[in-house]
């Protein structure tokens, strides 16, 4: 809680900046946030994290002793390990309230495939990971910047950041390709193409609005 001198009001809520001028609050006594208490639901969530987490570790413990003491073709704990590990993500990404939306989603689909990629790795590796689930992750993600874009038609130029991030990301099955990594050419330059007709398209049907946006995140006059 603090006053702000200028406006002569006080804040309740929890920050150092009045809302109306901008100057810095005069501290008051301490008082918890009114309705709705924020830090409470976060405390509880983040409580909630950290008991999952316990959790998941104590399990996957239990699943290595197992897993070491029974016959297997391969260690199939280490699987469990990593779908807890992608619980646990998606229940921090969950209560951080630090990451917008489109980064969760981001985050999400590259911890699904570096999970696939693990257990394909696990399991004696067979390639299908990168041939066939990083791309198609990555198409996913243009499919559904492509969907919220229509769903967004007010603010549909936020998301050319998000598509120029998405070229760059879609080299990352090309280089893996022309390192003999990847096997598949079609599945290696097909989510470079998207991406780059996507972020063609917007720009061309955009026009000054896209060029806008452009100019505005590049800082260029």
């Known amino acids: 809680m603090g006053k702000c001198k200028i406006c ?25 946030n009114m309705y709705p208490n924020i830090r409470l639901q976060y405390r509880r969530r983040l409580l909630a994290c950290r008991i999952y987490l316990f959790c998941a570790l104590v399990v996957q413990a239990i699943l290595i002793v197992v897993d070491y003491l029974t016959p297997s073709p391969f260690h199939w704990s280490f699987i469990a390990g990593l779908a807890l590990l992608l619980g646990y993500i998606c229940l921090r990404l969950g209560v ?13 689909t590259l911890t699904v495939i570096g999970c696939i990629y693990g257990i394909d790795a696990i399991i004696g590796y067979q390639g299908w990971s990168l041939d066939y689930v990083l791309p198609a992750g990555l198409m996913g993600v243009d499919f559904v910047i492509l969907i919220l874009m229509m769903c967004n038609r007010r603010n549909w130029q936020s998301y050319i950041m998000w598509q120029i991030l ?3 990301l ?13 096997r598949n050419a079609l599945m290696a330059f097909l989510p470079l193409g998207i991406s780059a007709l996507l972020f063609l398209g917007t720009v061309m049907i955009g026009g000054r609005r896209a060029a806008t946006e452009l100019a505005r995140r590049f800082h260029v006059k």
């Open 8 to 32: 002569r009001v006080e804040v309740l809520d929890v920050t150092e900046r009045c809302p109306l001028c901008q100057t810095i609050l005069e501290p008051t006594e301490e008082l918890e």
């Open 96 to 108: 951080s309230d630090k990451a917008g939306y489109r980064s969760k989603l981001l985050l999400i």
């Open 166 to 168: 998405m070229i760059l």
């Open 170 to 182: 879609s080299l990352i099955p090309v280089v893996l390709y022309l390192t003999g990594m990847e």
